[in-house]
Structure formats: C-alpha cells, structure tokens
C-alpha cells in the first residue's frame, strides 16, 4: 500500500477497529499469563530503592529548612 504525495495518511475508522480488534486477539493470551518471578523480584527491589532515595531526599529538605 503505497501513498502519494498529499493524500490524507489517516486509516477509515472501520480499519482503525479492525486492526485494534485484531491486535487484542493476538496478545490476549500474553497479557493473561502471570508475571515472572524474577519480574516480581526485580520490581520490588526497585520500589525499595526508590523508597530509600525517597526518604532520603526528605530528611535532607528537613535538615535544610532547619
């Protein structure tokens, strides 16, 4: 499918459904299955992470308004 030069590059809505339609088929089973556990695991470590930085960066703005 090929364009030329100032046609509209918009799809007809009917294909934009269509297309989205065949996309949720295709990946239903993939957003079915369950997370990994190493996911998981690498996931909380980084919260706790943030958790820490986070708590840090508040008692460093309240040594400072000290």
Known sequence: MT???G???ELDTDVQAHIGRQLRAGYVDILNQPVPDR???LLAE???R???RAG???DVRQNRSR
Do not use: W
């Open 7 to 9: 046609e509209a590059s």
């Open 50 to 52: 943030e958790g820490r």
């Open 39 to 41: 996911f998981l695991e």
């Open 56 to 58: 840090e960066e508040n």
């Open 46 to 48: 980084l919260d706790s």
């Open 3 to 5: 364009q030329r030069k």
